[in-house]
């Protein structure tokens, strides 16, 4: 068991470093930094000492372990639009997406599973194929389209909801919440609905796909035949067994959360991480796009850590499995 | 129980056991058309698509206005409503924008540039993705480790998000100059790259699997030369479930593209696509002119919507397991 | 024994299943009883139809199959056109059923004695059900019921397993237990341990059994009756001893001819020419025409029913009292053939 973990936390520091080089690169190759810097009158003597002062001179090596170590402690420079120390933007913003991602989370979580279930348990009747009608039609509309469809009905015609923005914000030290105004929540349905669609139906034809595939099993149909109740199998066993590998899967869907709120970001104007990736990317700001990349690559891997412990924790056979192999 | 049916359905498609081309030419004769015909869903989609695809194949021949001819545009017509409503005019059936470009040619000028991403990156993924997993499942070894370790890494991450890095690199990179010209190809680089993994995971998994069956040890016995092995055996072998992904695959390309030009950094105003398109109708949202985004917005959705059922409706159709 | 003392009884049954290109037929007019406490055998090749009486039986049919015709009774009670909920009470506690492969008949994620007391808890009520459950596992012979009782399935191996699934058939004490290919995923030195387990068990417990196999082996050490079935349909029936030592319809005597037996002449393997038929292609009168050295002109043109011939029953014209006809040398029937053509095989 330990030996597992430990092999997972290495693979997820490879992981990590392999992102922390792409996003060195970016910072190193494209474009000049100095340039970035000064005015047009420096002359080539002052970029030279500059260049020597930062240490842009120094090998490779040296460099990237500058970057590591810095990018560890939040440290990314200054941003090239805004001319602030790149962490703290991200500090300002990051409430904001997280706020909107664990509502979104919640949102597809509690709505995706239980009608996977239902479209799963009654295959053929008219409320499932519905559902699976409108889901398909929720994978197919690009998150932005259902954003603007939501403010056009709610913020354009009828007016309930607004439209851009987080409403009034409270601050607790760093942190600024939304949730404490009535704004905020007013402000906070019309983004987490956008941003829960798309994850939702992909949960529920998920869940669903799951149950079948669990309902058509041996150990169903021995358990039927030992003339169990109905809610036995289907929820004792079928669910449960279903329920493995959905959660592993749906942890790494709730992942592409963060970035899907780049999107829902954008149109609500959202004053999140995301929006500020794209401004980034507009005006070729690349320190902050360094730093969004390094942290969401921090975010993906720690998820993809977490499922794969979990999946161990859940399922008996890895954990006996491996205990024996390692003579316990 | 399932041998039962397999057993009565299998009769009827009759081809030489063991012969690969045969087996695909026989279940795409028989099974498919017949599935097909007696699926409504698919043959509404298909209708659909087609249309789109056609109407965005012929856009310069019937469109009834020409968006980028900056001389025929009036301001006296900028910012018309659809026909059917008060202050339309039935020359611009769908509308005109603030700068008087009329929807409709916009939409389907804007749809060809949509589907030529779209078809283009599915056609790059495919062949960089079944290229890399046919090689991966053949060679094995160190070759097969390293390419799945990229794609295991790549796949931890959304592919908008690839998508949206390497635009932004390639961005980044090139001088301002040749960015607007070549944002095209930048683009549909992008959207392949993100696309590649998971044929090539589908393809090495099927080699593997065909590698070891008598057919294949038989040609490596005779002398046949790995390369002919690989193209005439193993790849029509492994074509049904890449044509399943890659029809999955177009809708989600429209949908990427789409989104990244909605979000700026995919194709300008100059060169818009549905995306486009959107992203500059969404600021006249709120003011009331809502045709500017809504009707691209119809046409994208249906695109995506009938793309994504006919690919439903090709899985289940090829699905082994359900015949 | 008359059908009034019969605890199972199969009128006409008949299975179809619709399909893309029309509805066919895949179990036509079976009818068998099985007595309190006997040993029913039910042989024959792969797609024969044996597994999928047995699901009818027990309710278990997966859509889109379906009961199309016939009757099941249950102690001269139907018990195939109940609902839903009055059906699942019949299983396991009246019926129970085996499958073949105890590995994926076991939850993997729950332990056995949580299916155990589960089951118990079911039909017996909760008192005592772990009590039962440690009782059941000692039957079965499992050792160190105490701690295994809290082991999960892959902890066992496949005969373990197999008696674990026993163990869950037998826990609310059914009067009948459908065996299908209990032995077939397991290896061959468990196989008879296995079916000594099962014998006893009955035995000991009064039950009756539906053996569905294609190891006539088993059938020779298990079975009162036997039910030989090809294409659907009972070809032949009667006692284990009789079909076995004097085989009536040719398709049973080939099956028979088609052992290796050790210590005999040494040919070539006889084997019965050409396959049993696709469900669509179901030949006209009796479905083992085309296969049998011995047909005559009326075997194509009428399909037979079950006669009695000398001991057991079998569904050949050549044992129709109407129109006698002699039965030629036996060891003459059958061609030998090289290997090529397809084949079924029975071990023993």
């Not at chain 1, 970016?26 to 100095?34: A, K, M, R």
């Not at chain 3, 009757?71 to 129970?96: C, F, Q, S």
């Not at chain 3, 029913?305 to 109407?322: F, M, T, V």
């Amino acid at each position: 068991m330990i030996g597992f973990i430990i092999r997972r936390l290495f693979q997820a520091v490879l992981v990590m470093l392999i992102v922390a080089l792409i996003a060195f690169a970016l910072f190193n190759f494209v474009g000049d930094p100095i340039n970035n810097m000064v005015g047009q009158d420096t002359s080539l003597a002052d970029r030279e000492r500059l260049r020597q002062e930062l240490g842009l001179n120094d090998s490779f090596i040296v460099r990237f372990a500058r970057f590591v170590g810095h990018a560890a402690q939040g440290e990314f420079g200054l941003s090239y639009q805004q001319a602030r120390p790149v962490g703290q933007i991200i500090l300002e913003k990051m409430p904001a997406t997280l706020e909107l991602s664990f509502a979104a989370a919640i949102l597809a979580l509690s709505l995706g599973v239980p009608m996977g279930i239902y479209t799963g348990l009654r295959r053929n009747s008219w409320g499932a194929q519905l559902l699976l009608g409108i889901s398909l039609i929720g994978v197919s509309l690009p998150t932005f389209l259902i954003g603007i469809l939501l403010i056009l009905i709610f913020a354009v015609w009828l007016g309930w909801l607004p439209s851009f923005g987080r409403g009034a914000v409270v601050h607790f030290g760093w942190w600024s919440s939304g949730l404490f105004t009535v704004e905020g929540w007013r402000a906070i349905i019309l983004p987490s609905v956008t941003l829960a669609l798309f994850q939702m139906t992909l949960i529920m034809r998920l869940v669903r796909a799951e149950m079948i595939e669990v309902l058509r099993t041996d150990y169903i149909k021995f358990a039927r035949a030992r003339g169990l109740t109905n809610r036995a199998v289907n929820f004792g066993h079928a669910l449960k067994n279903t329920l493995v590998p959905v959660i592993t899967i749906t942890g790494l869907q709730l992942g592409s959360i963060i970035a899907f709120a780049i999107i829902t970001e954008t149109v609500f104007q959202w004053p999140g991480m995301g929006l500020m990736f794209i401004q980034a990317v507009t005006f070729a700001d690349i320190p902050v796009m360094a730093a969004y990349l390094v942290l969401v690559g921090f975010f993906f891997v720690v998820i993809n850590l977490v499922v794969d412990l979990l999946y161990y924790v859940v399922d008996p056979r890895l954990r006996i499995e491996r205990e024996r192999a390692a003579g316990v | 129980m399932s041998e039962l049916l397999t057993a009565s359905t299998t009769a009827t498609a009759a081809a030489p056991a063991g012969s690969a081309p045969g087996r695909l030419r026989g279940v795409l004769g028989s099974d498919l058309l017949w599935s097909f015909r007696h699926s409504p869903v698919a043959i509404v989609a298909a209708i659909v698509a087609l249309t789109v695809i056609l109407s965005a194949a012929l856009a310069p021949w019937i469109a009834p206005h020409d968006p980028f001819d900056l001389a025929s545009l009036s301001l006296l017509d900028a910012s018309n409503p659809p026909a059917w409503i008060e202050g339309g005019s039935w020359s611009y059936p769908l509308g005109t924008d603030n700068q008087g470009r009329d929807v409709l040619s916009a939409i389907l000028y804007g749809a060809r540039l949509s589907l030529v991403v779209g078809v283009s990156a599915v056609v790059f993924a495919v062949l960089l993705g079944v290229t890399l997993g046919l090689i991966a499942g053949w060679r094995g070894g160190i070759v097969e480790t390293i390419i799945m370790r990229i794609a295991d890494v790549q796949l931890s991450f959304p592919a908008i998000l690839i998508a949206l890095l390497i635009d932004g690199v390639a961005r980044s990179l090139l001088p301002r100059e040749v960015q607007a010209e070549i944002t095209l190809y930048v683009l549909i680089g992008a959207i392949a790259l993100s696309a590649w993994v998971q044929y090539a995971r589908t393809v090495r998994g099927s080699t593997l699997v065909e590698r070891n069956k008598e057919y294949i040890q038989a040609a490596r016995v005779i002398g046949v030369h790995p390369v002919k092995i690989v193209i005439g055996h193993l790849l029509p072998n492994v074509l049904g479930p890449v044509l399943v992904i890659a029809t999955i695959n177009l809708a989600l390309a429209v949908l990427t593209e789409a989104t990244l030009s909605f979000l700026g950094v995919g194709l300008p105003p100059t060169q818009p696509s549905l995306g486009t398109l959107i992203r500059v109708g969404n600021d006249y949202l709120l003011s009331g002119d809502w045709w500017i985004s809504i009707f691209p917005g119809s046409v994208l959705a249906l695109l995506i919507l009938s793309v994504n059922l006919l690919g439903d409706w090709l899985r289940d159709a090829l699905n082994p397991k359900l015949r | 024994m008359s059908a009034k003392d019969a605890l199972l009884q199969v009128e006409h049954l008949r299975i179809e299943v619709p399909t893309r290109r029309g509805v066919l037929t895949a179990v036509d007019d079976v009818s068998f009883t099985i007595a309190p406490g006997e040993v029913l055998g039910v042989v024959g090749e792969s797609g024969a139809g044996k597994s999928l009486t047995g699901a009818a039986i027990i309710g278990l049919l997966e859509p889109p199959l379906r009961i199309a015709g016939g009757r099941v009774l249950l102690d001269g009670r139907r018990i195939d056109d109940l609902p839903y909920e009055a059906m699942r009470r019949i299983r396991g506690k009246e019926i129970g059923a085996i499958f073949q492969d105890p590995l994926t008949s076991l939850n993997p994620l729950y332990t056995v004695g949580q299916q155990l007391i589960e089951t118990i808890r079911t039909h017996l009520g909760p008192g005592a059900a772990r009590e039962r459950a440690l009782a059941l596992l000692r039957e079965v012979g499992i050792s160190g019921a105490e701690q295994r009782i809290g082991h999960y399935p892959h902890q066992f191996s496949g005969g373990m397993r197999q008696r674990v699934v026993i163990a869950l058939a037998l826990a609310a004490n059914p009067r009948l237990i459908i065996a299908d290919e209990p032995t077939t995923a397991l290896d061959v030195s468990i196989q008879a341990q296995i079916i000594a387990l099962l014998k006893r068990l009955c035995r000991e417990h009064g039950t009756a059994i539906m053996l569905i196999t294609h190891d006539m082996g088993v059938i020779a050490e298990t079975a009162d009756r036997v039910a030989v079935m090809y294409a659907g349909r009972i070809v032949e029936i009667g006692p284990a001893r009789t079909i076995i030592a004097e085989p009536h319809h040719p398709y049973t005597v080939g099956l028979m001819q088609s052992i290796p037996r050790i210590g005999g002449r040494r040919d070539r393997l006889r084997q019965i020419d050409g396959a049993m038929p696709r469900l669509n292609a179901i030949p006209t009168g009796c479905p083992f025409h085309p296969r049998c050295p011995e047909a005559f002109d009326r075997c194509p043109r009428e399909r037979p029913d079950l006669i009695p011939a000398s001991g057991s029953d079998a569904a050949c014209w050549l044992w129709d009292e109407r129109k006698p006809r002699s039965r030629t040398g036996r060891s003459a029937s059958f061609e030998t053939h090289p290997a090529g053509a397809p084949q079924d095989e029975v071990r023993f």
